[in-house]
């Protein structure tokens, strides 16, 4: 192997390695964007759940005092 093949086959190789860098990338920030929604519907629900359980109790309340 000459060294215009091996400059040739490292060239290559650092192509290859940059365009699976570049998918990697992508498909980090897809699952991060993911997450991110994930996280805020399960806030969101979480929220809501706690505002459930204090209507509760206050219509437990409510009652207890009629």
């Not at 897809?30 to 519907?41: G, K, P, V």
Request: cysteine-free.
């Amino acid at each position: 192997v000459n060294a215009e093949q091996t400059a040739n086959a490292i060239d290559s190789g650092n192509k290859n390695a940059s365009q699976d860098m570049a998918k990697l990338v992508d498909a980090m920030t897809t699952a991060n964007e993911q997450l991110s929604t994930l996280i805020a519907i399960n806030t969101r629900q979480a929220v809501l759940g706690d505002k459930q359980v204090r209507a509760i109790k206050g219509a437990g309340n409510l009652i207890k005092g009629i």
